[in-house]
């Protein structure tokens, strides 16, 4: 990524810079090599044009920083293919993620946090866009998910093995030691987060606060991150105490639970995404019946809930999509719809929810000040929209609706 680039101008366009500030017509928004070098009014006083440069002319375009999706797997899931034998391979499963990525890129998504996939895949796919051979977003991605016996990714059906199959997504850690022992092997192997997985509904707690402790712990001293797939009251408040960085759903957290959370400054990726996807298309994507859609939608209304007492506490909200979890979540298709859900059903602003999934998100990049804003100094990962995301939110679900993106001040599609 060292090449020399044209200075880049973006002329005319509506700049809604993601930090929450009201949309600025008629801008200038300039980037040299792969920073924002300038923000400024059309005509304001930069190096004179030169026939080197590359000038984008935005007018009546919306100027928007490049989406971040706190929850996006990129290796959990491979379809089949016909042909195939083994679509659960770490070899087809790193050429499924090399495709995933480019799709992820292509609707906006400049930034994703991995919470978890097969083998080590994601950590090889980062570090291959970040070399400059794949194009793809920038990606803070976990390795296989932590999980005991009852925790979301302890595999089942039971009996057919007791144990993990190499080609789990999840990992069995049975004890303290096992998953200290799991922690040190991932973090040698360069993941930036940890995922422990408690139980799928949140009924029960299934990974006990100790353990939740001695990962963090473990993690910490890697200046590795740790979240978790905890749905239920005590998991949160577990996670919490323990000092995790991020809970992922926390659906059943009641107003005492959230009043800890807040004191302790933690963010929740709510996720609605994913069981809106359920209810809405889990019969046909998914074979659902109409048992688990009750159940989604129950826990749904629950957590619509739970996020606005979250919100009214002020708690850090950051919108994750949980796209390429199943067949059902294609890359590039649902990564603007939690922001939609953010609106409709939680009562927030257009802006807000922008902001949630542009510069609010950017914490779990590890980014903050880096990417999520347009600002002068700032990383160039920009996205270039024909229309107006804050009259219609469902604009940023809409590939279609992209002008141009650039991440790292480079055009995508153009090499
Ligand atoms: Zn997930």
Aim: charged fraction near 25%; proline fraction near 5%; hydrophobic fraction near 40%.
């Amino acid at each position: 990524m060292t090449t020399e680039q044209p200075r880049l101008l973006i002329k005319n366009g509506i700049l809604i810079d993601g930090s929450g500030h009201d949309p600025i017509t008629n801008t200038l928004v300039v980037a040299e090599g792969n920073r924002i070098t300038h923000v400024g009014p059309a005509g304001s006083s930069v190096r004179p044009e030169s026939p080197e440069d590359r000038v984008i002319d935005a007018t009546g375009k919306f100027i928007l920083p490049g989406l971040i999706d706190a929850h996006c797997h990129i290796s959990l899931h491979q379809g089949a293919l016909p042909g195939v034998r083994y679509t659960s391979s770490a070899e087809f499963c790193t050429l499924w993620a090399a495709r995933a990525i480019g799709r992820v890129l292509r609707a906006g998504v400049t930034s994703i946090a991995v919470p978890g996939g097969k083998w080590f895949t994601d950590v090889t796919v980062r570090e291959t866009v970040d070399g400059g051979l794949l194009e793809g977003p920038r990606m803070v991605v976990a390795g296989r998910a932590l999980s005991n016996y009852g925790g979301i990714f302890d595999p089942d059906p039971y009996p057919a093995y007791d144990g993990t199959p190499n080609d789990a997504a999840g990992v069995l850690c049975n004890t303290r030691d096992e998953f200290i022992r799991e922690t040190r092997k991932q973090c040698k192997r360069g993941v930036d987060l940890i995922k422990i997985a408690d139980s799928t509904w949140g009924d029960v707690q299934t990974v006990a606060e100790d353990e939740i402790a001695a990962v963090v712990d473990e993690a910490h001293r890697h200046n590795v991150k740790v979240a978790i797939h905890s749905r239920g009251s005590t998991s949160t408040r577990a996670a919490v105490k323990a000092g995790i960085d991020l809970i992922y759903h926390a659906d059943l957290a009641t107003e005492a639970d959230l009043d800890i959370v807040a004191k302790a400054g933690m963010p929740i990726a709510p996720v609605l995404t994913s069981p809106w996807v359920g209810v809405e298309h889990g019969a046909a994507a998914r074979g659902f019946g109409d048992r688990v859609r009750d159940r989604l939608r129950a826990q749904l209304d629950t957590s619509f809930q739970m996020i606005r007492n979250a919100r009214d506490r002020g708690i850090p909200i950051l919108s994750g999509s949980d796209t390429g979890n199943a067949s059902a979540f294609a890359h590039g298709k649902w990564h603007g719809k939690e922001a939609e859900l953010f609106v409709k059903k939680i009562g927030m602003t257009p802006m807000e929810a922008i902001v949630a999934n542009t510069g609010g998100n950017a914490s779990i990049m590890n980014l903050e000040g880096e990417v999520g804003v347009i600002a002068p100094g700032r990383l160039a990962d920009i996205v270039i929209w024909n229309n107006d995301p804050l009259a219609d939110i469902t604009v940023l679900q809409r590939p279609s609706e992209i002008s141009v993106i650039i991440k790292d001040g480079r055009l995508i599609g153009e090499s």
